[in-house]
């Protein structure tokens, strides 16, 4: 069982940063490709960005191309999402998740095995 925690929500002003990490533990972490998820209230979840097991780019969702970076460090077993000149719509609740990568990169939530608990990211004057 691989166990996730979002860290590094709060609440920013348009045009601001963030940076979302999330911690894996009991699990071998380079064995998971990792993604990030969010979740507005009333919407659906949705895919936001993934990187492969050994680090290597993935997708990203159209809305946040250019402004999200996706990255890992394997020495800390930590998944990171740097966000940048945030907007309001990028307010959800974003969620890391962890996936075999049997099939190549995913960006259907049932596709990842195991998830977080979530973080809040509100984007607010």
């Known amino acids: 069982q691989v166990q996730l925690v979002e860290s590094g929500g709060g609440l920013v002003q348009p045009g601001g940063s963030l940076r979302l990490s999330c911690a894996a533990s009991?699990?071998?972490?380079?064995?998971?490709?990792m993604g990030w998820f969010r979740q507005a209230p009333g919407k659906e979840r949705e895919f936001v960005a993934a990187?492969?097991?050994?680090?290597?780019?993935?997708p990203y969702a159209d809305s946040v191309k250019g402004r999200f970076t996706i990255s890992r460090d394997v020495a800390k077993n930590t998944v990171y999402l740097q966000m940048t000149s945030l907007k309001p719509e990028d307010t959800a609740v974003y969620y890391c998740?962890?996936?075999?990568?049997?099939?190549?990169?995913?960006?259907?939530?049932?596709?990842?095995?195991?998830w977080g608990q979530g973080t809040q990211v509100t984007v607010s004057s």
């Open positions: 009991g699990g071998t972490f380079s064995n998971y490709a």
């Open positions: 990187i492969s097991p050994s680090g290597g780019a993935g």
């Open positions: 998740a962890a996936d075999l990568f049997r099939y190549g990169f995913v960006r259907q939530p049932k596709g990842y095995d195991y």
